[in-house]
Every structure is written in structure tokens, then in C-alpha cells.
């Protein structure tokens, strides 16, 4: 057993397996919703242009698991579809594939799918969090809650952290300008007396002259050089003298603009809360604009950048009437006011870049437009503006650990009870008058508190999922999503060196506690008990350890088909689910229910595999806790007869990978009424005392 136990463990570890690769187009396309369409393939790792109906660029569709291959609970990645629009707002996301054990024939899977409809109209600057507001609820929040799904919050929360992961990945690679944290925001409520004068000393206002001779220059060596006769006629008189400030801050606005254009404006923000207005005049030969510029629109001959990233300006269509103390030379030049939007990443507080492109024109008959770019840097002060500390979302074991706060509170009071009472109790506990009844009670809280009420049922998906994050080299993250069953594996493995394996199979599992509650029922009902032969227990016990090895080859050669294999576990089904299934996983748990009143938990004996599990996690044991006697085994057979695990040889050694903590032998062992070594020394003190 032993050998089996190590080749088993040796096995899990030995092998490497592959990534999947990114979808084809043909398997793709149909996700995408007409009027779009599937454009061109952007990189190796999943990322297609969205086409809108023109054929135009749209924005981008991706597959998360290529990109970001979060492990779940099946230990394979769950695999989302995201669509993207060119500002960043999720168009849609849609599930393709996932392995989760608790939608793949637990939970309707349809609560899955619909879980992702609820990121259409929402922004990746948007800071989305699963769950519900935690202490003072969301008011005031920049937080946007998703909800999750009850008993699958767990598999949703590692699905929104792929796309997350996924989708600023494609932000930072592909979606220039697009900003994941909160920018500088005009503050209202700050007010300062200032002049035109007062802008322009202190660089509020910044201005960008260009002579006729610096524009010749610029052009000089190229076909356009002789292409501006008025520029060579007069080089000292300037060809651009550009004024730019930001209107965003009213103290500023208030200093530009008339009376009734600061009302225009503050009226046009109250609407467009989040665009931050620029003023630029323009007072000489350049004029901002050509004759096709239509308002409304981005001007042809102005773009922008801050930080690598460009601005998306475009006008405002608002009226542009100056302060009547800003100088004359102002007031007679050509005023333009832009708007660009602070969520697509634009600070107003940091420098930014303007650029103005500079025309010619050669030829009189489809003339050859050549360009040059004028650029000018920006600044607003600070202190005209507030900034929102960016929300950083707890992470997500966090928000599981405070989901089940005043569960894990109670598992842990029974957790640290139970070991302190078979830890210093033991033998107290086994020959309690009441054992019995304490036994039944207990296993009575373990099925309805952590089975149907906590859903700490461990499975052998667990392990599973472990080797593979294992072999294929990932993160062991998803374990924290379940902090309530992470609790009762904790124990459980600290089980295995107090006890072995009999600490969780006898005690902790809710499908076991079924198994004991129905053979006692089978007892009170007088229905014949099978009870196997000695050679055909021990054959029977090696059945559990095939189906293992036979899911450790599935999750080496064909692990997508792990997820119904893992049905062989009656747990999702009697624990997860509440009976409420298809009717042959119904009547398949049903059955070994039934089964357990004529042949005593006959499943958890010969073919879990999680139990198999639980027997090599019990080689970690480090000591004999069950004592016994030089008497047991020879002659003393009772404790062997008693035993319904089997778990006794005939030598009177305990065969701990097969004990389950019943405490039936501990019982015996220690009362002076059922230990026929006891019994007899009893008598022969008796006789002793006679003879005397």
C-alpha cells in the first residue's frame, strides 16, 4: 500500500503540460455580434481588430486565457471572450469554456453565463470589485460591484480577475490613451482672484510663437520650400502665435471668459461632468483650422499627447467671448475651444504636448500637401485641481475572508474544539456513556453546517487542481477564493500527523456523516448487514487507489474530461446541490446512501478517491495513537471482529490507512467490561484473591 501510496505522489509530479493556444478565427467569429465583425489578427496571443459595419476599426476582441491563464478549480483556466470598444467601455463578454467543477453539473451553468452581461456599458477605468459593499455600504464609492453567483462566487471571482488581467494587458499594449486610474479633477469649490496678467507670468497661460523665417526653415530642403511667398517676404512677422489654457478650473475660466461665456461653460460641464475644456487663440497667419474643419468634430490640424499617450481633442461648438481686460491682439484672433475627456486618461494637472500641423501646398492643379509638426508644452498648477485616491479593491481572498467572516468564526470555534477533544480527550470521549449520541451529534453539525450550509465538502477536484497548477506551472491563488473549505483542508492536513486520515474521513466529511447516519437507520430498520470476507475487504480497498491512478492519467493525457470523471464523487450532488440534479446523478448518490444501510460506508471504503488521497496524506503520521495490548491479536480477536472499517489486521495492528477515528476499538480497549485482556486479568485477580 505503501509503494502504490509513493508511485502515486511521484507520478503527480513528473509530467509537463502544454498552454492552450489561441482560438482560430473560424471558432471565434460567431461571438462577435453583427453589425461587427472579426478584422485582423493583432498578435499571437489572442488579440483581433472588432470592425464596426463600415469595415472600420472599432476596437479589439480577445480571449483572457491566453493572456492571462488564471488557474480555477478544475485547475484549468476559465476562458472568457472580451470586445472592446477604442474608449475602453466593454462592448461585451461572453464565457467560451471553463472546467469549473460547480457549473459543470452542479449549479445551472446558465447563472455563469449571464454573470458576464453585467460588464456591457461598464469602463476598464472603472474600479469593478465582485461582491457586495462591505461595512457602510457603496454610497460615495468608486467602487462598481458585480454581482456574484451564490455557492459559484468562488469560480467567478478568479473568471474577473482573468478579465481584468486580461484587459489591461491590451489596454497598456494596444489602447493608447486609455487610463486605469483616476485623473485630476477641477475643484470646484477653489476660488483665487486672477488677471490675465496673473495667467501669464505664472505660466497658466502658455504661448507658442513661430516666425515666417523659423516655418521657411522648417521646410527648407524639401519640395515645399519655396511654397510660401508671403513667409519670404516677411520672416520676422510671425506665422503662428498660439495662446493655449485650460478652462477646467473655474478661477481660470472665470479670468478668460466674459460673464457670459464663463455661464455658457460652467453650464456646458454640468452636463459633460468629465471633459475638461481647453481655450486656444490663435493671432496670426496659421488660423487652427482648414475650410473643411466642421464643428464638433477633431480639428484636421491640432493632436495632442501626454505621456506617450494621445489625446482624443475635439471641439466643443461652444461660443467663445473673451474677458474684455484680455489684450486687444486676444480678442482679435481665432478662438477655438476643445474638449477632451478626463476618463480616457487625460491629466490636466500633468504636462501634456499640443502639436499644430503647419500646411503647403505645391502645385496649382491637385497639389502635393507637405506638413511639419509645431509642438508646445502645457501645464495647469495643481492646486487648481483635486485628486481621487485611486481605490485599490482588496484583493479577492480578502473579500472571500470577509463574505465569511461569522462562518469561519463558528468553523473555526468547532475546528479547534473538535482536535482539543480528541487531542487531550480521546480516550475520555470513547468511553462516554454517551458516546454515541455525542458522535451522531457532531457528525449531525458537520453535514448541515459545513456541508449544506458552508459548502466545505472537499473533493478530490482539489488535489487535482493543485498538480496541475503544478505541472504546468501556475498560481496557487485560487485555493484563498474558498477560504471556508482552505480551513477544513488545513486541518485536515494537520489530521494526518496527529492521526492519519481518520481525523477528516471520520469526522469532517459531510457525504461520510450521510453514510453513518444511513447505516444506522439500515441497524434500526434490522436489514441484513453484508459484511465482506477478510480477502475480499482487502481486495476490494485497492479499488479506490485505481480510480485515482486512473484520474491522475486523465489529468496527464485528457484533463478536459477530469470534470466527469470527478462524478464519481457522490458529493456535489448529496452536499453541493441539495439533491436537485439530473436524475441519474440523483439516483446514483441515492444509491450509495441506500447501499450504506446494508454494507457500512461502502463507498468511503472501497472507491473514493479522495479518500485514496487521504491514506497517502496519512503516511505523514507521526505516531501510533491507538494503543494496544501484547494480548491483541493473539489471542484477543474482539477489537478486529468490532471494527466495521476493517482496519484492524489479524495481529491486532492497526492498519491506520484504513482507520477512520471511530474510536470503537479505543472503546474497548479501555473498558474493563468488552477488553477480554482486562476481563481475564479481572478473574485471575479474583481467583488470587480467593485462594489468599
Not at 80 to 94: A, R, S
Not at 116 to 126: A, E, L, N, P, V
Not at 317 to 338: K, R, S, T, W
Amino acid at each position: 500500500m505503501r509503494a502504490i501510496a509513493v508511485s502515486l505522489m511521484m507520478w503527480l509530479s513528473a509530467a509537463v503540460m502544454l498552454r492552450a493556444e489561441p482560438l482560430s478565427r473560424d471558432v471565434l467569429a460567431p461571438y462577435v455580434a453583427p453589425p461587427m465583425s472579426l478584422g485582423e489578427q493583432l498578435n499571437d496571443q489572442g488579440v483581433w481588430q472588432l470592425l464596426n459595419s463600415g469595415g472600420a476599426e472599432a476596437g479589439y476582441v480577445f480571449e483572457t486565457e491566453p493572456m492571462a491563464p488564471l488557474p480555477g478549480f478544475s485547475g484549468a483556466a476559465i476562458n472568457m471572450l472580451v470586445v472592446l470598444d477604442l474608449e475602453g467601455q466593454f462592448l461585451d463578454v461572453q464565457l467560451i469554456s471553463h472546467n469549473e467543477p460547480i457549473f459543470v453539473s452542479g449549479l445551472p451553468e446558465k447563472l455563469f453565463f449571464d454573470f458576464f452581461k453585467q460588464y456591457r456599458g461598464h469602463s476598464i477605468s472603472d474600479t469593478l470589485v465582485v461582491g457586495s459593499p462591505y461595512g457602510n455600504g457603496s454610497e460615495g464609492s468608486s467602487l462598481v460591484y458585480l454581482d456574484g453567483v451564490t455557492k459559484g462566487t468562488a469560480s467567478v471571482r478568479i473568471a474577473h480577475e482573468s478579465i481584468l488581467a486580461a484587459t489591461l494587458k491590451v489596454a497598456r499594449e494596444k489602447m493608447n490613451g486609455i487610463s486605469t486610474g483616476p485623473p485630476a479633477f477641477p475643484n470646484l469649490e477653489y476660488s483665487e482672484d486672477l488677471t490675465w496678467d496673473d495667467l501669464v507670468t505664472q505660466g497658466i497661460v502658455t504661448r507658442k510663437t513661430v516666425t515666417n523665417a523659423e516655418i521657411d526653415a522648417a521646410f527648407a530642403g524639401t519640395l515645399w520650400e519655396d511654397d510660401d511667398p508671403g513667409a519670404t517676404q516677411n520672416p520676422d512677422e510671425n506665422y503662428l502665435d498660439l495662446w493655449v489654457v485650460d478652462l477646467g478650473a473655474p478661477s481660470v475660466a472665470k479670468a478668460v471668459l466674459s460673464p457670459d461665456g464663463f455661464a455658457e461653460l460652467q453650464e456646458f460641464m454640468t452636463i459633460s461632468t468629465t471633459d475638461e475644456p481647453v481655450l486656444l487663440v490663435e493671432t496670426a497667419r496659421h488660423g487652427l483650422v482648414t475650410e473643411d474643419f466642421v464643428r464638433n468634430t477633431s480639428p484636421d490640424l491640432i493632436s495632442a499627447e501626454q505621456g506617450g499617450f494621445p489625446i482624443a481633442f475635439r471641439d466643443s461648438d461652444l461660443f467663445v467671448e473673451l474677458n474684455d481686460a484680455l489684450p486687444q491682439e486676444v480678442h482679435d484672433g481665432m478662438a477655438l475651444i476643445l474638449r477632451t475627456d478626463r476618463r480616457l486618461g487625460f491629466d490636466p494637472a500633468a504636462e501634456w504636448i499640443l502639436r499644430i500641423k503647419a500646411l503647403r501646398a505645391h502645385g496649382s492643379f491637385q497639389p502635393e500637401i507637405g506638413s511639419t509638426i509645431l509642438e508646445m508644452t502645457h501645464v495647469t498648477p495643481e492646486r487648481f485641481y483635486s485628486r481621487v485616491e485611486p481605490v485599490k479593491p482588496t484583493p479577492p481572498w480578502v473579500d472571500a475572508l470577509r463574505n465569511r467572516q461569522a462562518d469561519l468564526i463558528l468553523l473555526g470555534v468547532f475546528l479547534v474544539g473538535l482536535i482539543a477533544l480528541l487531542g487531550f480527550g480521546l480516550n475520555r470521549l470513547a468511553g462516554h456513556r454517551y458516546f454515541t449520541p455525542i458522535r451522531l451529534t457532531i457528525l449531525a453539525f458537520v453535514t448541515g453546517f459545513i456541508g449544506w450550509w458552508g459548502q466545505g465538502q472537499l473533493s478530490i477536484a482539489t488535489p487535482l487542481a493543485v498538480a496541475r497548477t503544478a505541472l504546468e506551472g501556475g498560481s496557487y491563488t485560487f485555493l484563498l477564493y474558498d477560504p471556508f473549505s482552505m480551513a477544513i483542508w488545513g486541518v485536515t492536513i494537520l489530521g494526518f500527523v496527529l492521526w492519519g486520515r481518520g481525523l477528516f474521513c471520520g469526522w469532517l466529511c459531510p457525504f461520510g456523516a450521510l453514510q453513518e447516519f444511513a447505516h444506522h437507520i439500515g441497524r434500526a430498520l434490522r436489514l441484513p448487514q453484508i459484511e465482506p470476507s477478510a480477502a475480499w475487504d482487502d481486495r476490494l480497498k485497492w479499488l479506490k487507489y485505481i480510480v485515482l491512478a486512473a484520474m491522475v492519467l486523465l489529468l496527464l493525457t485528457a484533463p478536459g474530461r477530469l470534470d466527469k470523471a470527478i462524478e464519481i464523487e457522490p458529493f456535489k450532488t448529496a452536499i453541493t446541490t441539495f439533491f436537485i440534479r439530473e436524475w441519474y446523478y440523483v439516483a446514483y448518490a441515492v444509491g450509495l446512501l441506500l447501499s450504506s444501510m446494508v454494507l457500512f460506508k461502502g463507498f468511503c471504503r472501497y472507491v473514493c478517491p479522495l479518500g485514496a488521497v487521504m491514506a497517502i496524506g496519512g503516511l505523514l503520521r507521526g505516531r501510533k495513537w491507538i494503543e494496544r495490548r501484547a494480548e491483541c491479536g493473539s489471542p484477543c480477536q474482539l477489537c478486529k471482529v468490532k471494527c466495521s472499517y476493517g482496519a484492524i489486521k489479524k495481529t491486532g495492528e492497526i492498519q491506520y490507512s484504513e482507520c477512520f477515528q471511530c474510536l470503537d476499538c479505543v472503546t474497548i480497549h479501555d473498558d474493563e467490561k468488552q477488553c477480554v485482556p482486562l476481563i481475564l486479568a479481572a478473574k485471575g485477580r479474583k481467583v488470587r484473591m480467593a485462594a489468599e
